[in-house]
């Protein structure tokens, strides 16, 4: 018969670490944690790149600095973590024109800024106004729609990444402004083996504990499709297929009644559990990947569909040699195309690693997507057209390229959750209620910080608090009933 474990944890991202991180505290100890990749970090995760580590998925600790401490910031310190600070804000002064090659003089480039920002709020007012079916009267104008490469670039900046400059945003009120990029050999992750350490047995900087069940993912690069068995693309590497022997652990199946939850995995493995706790992406709860027996409820699967998914992808390109401004004020600058949002966010390596000689240019949403379908080959010709563009005909070309594929992940479907700046709590609050012993955690599920890594954290705390409860309130039924008898 399949074991029984008072909690299964489903996934080893930050918020599933944490959750059972607290629980294991709380003196529940036969935990399960399930795991369908063949390591911790989820969305938090490392990959060596041109002689250093870089940030596939998390880079920034966001969020320093202010009148509360981070709570990420403070394991950061904790585990001993390299960052270094990050300033945004000068991107705006290194904006390139696609056709001249030259930076916009400095005047330009803020009065297109000041355009933006008003623009963007005066958006936020007619949703707000939409939203709440008030009068619209008193916008004089509807907002100009971006136009110029100029006007495009900085739109796209400003929503996807500056959008503290139009709508106070909690992680900056909370925690404060200052970001600070981890620029670690170990990797951000090394901040939850850390944290699982504490609970979980490890030896030799391995976890070594039964508890955690991870996918021993057999990864070697398929070379024809001949082959039977599935295959599945979790690389990030160019458009390469990895396969993958199933060994269980991706969870495909929760069965839940008024006394547990039975958890089938792809291999068709079978674990009992009182509860689960489920912490995959919200990616991952809008595909098939999971099936629930009774399915949820219409008000769980209409919050969670209604939530978007923001793809955010950054492609690192080394160089034998770096031709880019260094120095204050040039880590980050923008390329301003006729197409919005391509190419456009550049960010040197030299402030994290001197010497590494690598750009990353971030992409988004449909722009992520199509590089995603693509070669890596055609992502390189791209992105080399654009630097020449900018920093003329002469430049090397760049000798390794690294394409991340957060979409494409089965196990991530995006890269964070995007709720508007105006929301309807109802929904937000149906994406977090549990569903009898089934409940729900992950960045999603974090009021005040969604999208970050604190979110997923604090996420995994509150959840586990929740779920805490319920049991005490469960035993508190059991041993009434029985008195009763
Ligand atoms: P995850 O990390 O996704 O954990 C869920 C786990 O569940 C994964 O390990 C997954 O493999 C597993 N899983 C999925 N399906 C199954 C299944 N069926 N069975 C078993 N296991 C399953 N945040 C910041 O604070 N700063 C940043 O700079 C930043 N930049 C980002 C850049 C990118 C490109 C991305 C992708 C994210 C970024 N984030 C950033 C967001 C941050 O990474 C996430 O908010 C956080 O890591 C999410 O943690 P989580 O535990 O909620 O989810």
Redesign the pocket.
């Known amino acids: 018969s399949p074991s029984r474990s008072s909690v299964i944890v ?7 670490i944490s959750t059972a991180k607290v629980l294991a505290e709380k003196g529940i100890e036969d935990l399960l944690i ?4 063949d390591r911790i ?4 995760r490392k990959e060596s790149f041109g002689g250093v580590s870089v940030e ?7 969020g320093v600095g202010g009148k509360e401490s981070n709570p990420v910031w403070e394991l950061a310190a904790k585990s001993g973590i390299r960052t270094c600070f990050s300033d945004y804000s000068n991107a705006r002064y290194n904006i390139y024109d696609h056709s001249s090659g030259k930076i916009f003089p400095s005047g330009i480039a803020a009065d297109s800024y000041k355009k933006a920002v008003e623009s963007a709020i005066k958006q936020l007012r007619i949703q707000e106004a939409n939203l709440c079916s008030r009068d619209l009267s008193n916008v004089s104008e509807p907002p100009s729609a971006p136009e110029t490469p100029i006007e495009l670039a900085i739109d796209f900046i400003l929503h996807d990444f500056e959008m503290a400059e139009v709508e106070p945003i909690s992680t900056y009120v909370d925690f404060g402004e200052r970001e600070f990029l981890v620029a670690d050999e170990r990797g951000y992750e090394h901040l939850l083996y850390k944290m699982a350490e504490e609970f979980l047995f490890t030896s030799g900087g391995k976890i070594l504990d039964s508890r955690l069940k991870l996918n021993k993912l057999a990864r070697r690069v398929v070379l024809g499709s001949h082959d039977k068995d599935t295959f599945i693309v979790i690389g990030s590497q160019s458009s390469d297929l990895m396969k993958c022997t199933i060994l269980g ?4 199946e929760l069965q839940h009644s008024r006394n547990g939850v039975t958890v089938i995995t792809e291999d068709g493995s079978v674990y009992e559990a009182d509860y689960v706790v489920l ?3 919200i990616g ?1 709860l809008q595909s098939d ?2 099936s629930f027996y009774p399915p949820l409820p219409r008000w769980k699967t209409e919050a969670i569909h209604q939530c978007d998914v923001m793809v ?3 492609i690192f390109l080394k160089f034998p040699y770096k031709f880019w401004p260094c120095g204050p004020g040039k880590e980050f600058f923008i390329y301003a195309h006729e197409r919005r949002g391509y190419y456009t966010f550049w960010q040197h390596m030299e402030n994290a690693y001197p010497g590494s000689n690598i750009l990353v240019v971030t992409l988004t949403n449909g722009e992520s997507k199509r590089v995603e379908a693509q070669p890596d080959g055609e992502t390189l010709k791209e992105a080399m057209e654009v630097l020449r563009n900018m920093f003329g005909p002469n430049i090397p070309d760049a000798t390794d390229i690294l394409v ?1 594929r ?1 979409y494409n992940n089965r ?2 479907r995006g ?2 959750s995007n709720y508007p700046i105006i929301t309807n709590d109802q929904n937000f609050h149906d994406i977090k209620a549990p569903v009898g012993r089934i409940f729900f955690t ?2 999603h599920t974090s009021e005040r910080f969604s ?6 954290y604090l ?1 995994g705390i509150s959840t586990s608090k929740a779920l805490l409860q319920d049991m005490e309130k469960d035993k508190e039924r059991k041993s009434e009933s029985q008195a009763f008898l």
């Not at 399930?34 to 990749?37: D, G, K, P, Q, R």
């Not at 970090?41 to 938090?44: A, D, K, L, N």
């Not at 596939?56 to 966001?62: M, S």
């Open positions: 489903i996934g080893a991202g930050v918020s599933g399930l795991e369908a990749s970090g989820g969305r938090i596939l998925g998390a880079g920034w600790i966001a652990q991706v969870v495909r912490s995959v992406s991952v990947l999971i955010y992808t950054k991340p957060w196990f991530q890269s964070y992950g960045e999208g970050y890594v604190h979110g997923g996420a």
